[in-house]
């Protein structure tokens, strides 16, 4: 993975969940791995021998995670490794974040100065408070089947999604739980070949 420094801070990037084979070095976190000085590159090497799935990388340093400086990637299987289920048709990532309205320079004065960071204004779905659209990823999974489900600050999760409903489009909705207010940000799933927009009311998230 070549990861190249564009802002005017040294940044670094550590990688949730992957297991670091004889590099545990590069795990990206300050005291294992450098910084990358501005304008500068590194490239991360790794062995993902059976590691399967959906993964996500972040900046571990500063408040760079907080700007957006985080993502996710697809480790796709091997051909000699059996999977438990069909050949996927497509995939997608999604990304949900935390979105302030201060830049975050201020929100790193607000901590240095031993201040609380404020509770977010709203939620972020690859980036965007709109409606995201994606058009029908999973990994190894349990089959089981669910409605929503709980994932917590860091996490992350692969689902495999049977499309066998009216070809259209349908809310995907991401919101927080045990927060006052409930903030919440929507995407849509769209069928290939599509254009019936998805209906009201979105589904019901729980809180």
């Known amino acids: 993975m070549l990861l190249i420094s564009w802002m005017n801070l040294s940044s670094s990037h550590g990688m949730n969940g992957v297991k670091q084979r004889k590099t545990s070095w590069q795990d990206g976190v300050l005291g294992t791995n450098c910084p990358i000085p501005p ?14 799935g959906t993964f ?18 697809n480790i796709q299987a091997r051909p000699v490794i059996f999977v ?3 050949k996927l048709v497509a ?11 201060s830049d975050h320079k201020t929100l ?12 977010p204004a709203g939620l972020l779905i690859n980036g965007s408070p709109c409606a ?9 999974t349990l089959h089981e089947s669910y409605e929503s489900i709980d994932l917590h600050v ?19 909705v991401a919101s927080t739980r045990f927060t006052k207010p409930v903030l919440t940000s929507t995407g849509i799933l769209h069928y290939a070949g599509s254009t019936a927009r998805p209906s009201l009311p979105f589904p019901i998230a729980p809180t």
């Open 91 to 101: 995939e997608f990532t999604i990304l949900v974040s935390d979105w302030w309205k």
């Open 154 to 172: 860091g996490q992350s999760a692969s689902f495999l999604v049977t499309l066998h409903s009216p070809a259209k489009g349908y809310y995907i």
């Open 132 to 140: 995201t659209s994606f058009t029908g990823q999973a990994a190894h």
């Open 108 to 119: 790193r004065q607000r901590l240095d100065s031993g201040k609380t960071l404020p509770k």
């Open 56 to 73: 996500s990388y972040f900046a571990s340093l500063g408040m760079h995670r907080a700007v957006g400086a985080f993502g996710g990637f």
């Open 39 to 52: 304008g500068g590159q590194w490239t991360y090497h790794m062995q993902v021998k059976n590691q399967i």
């Open 84 to 86: 438990p289920y069909l």
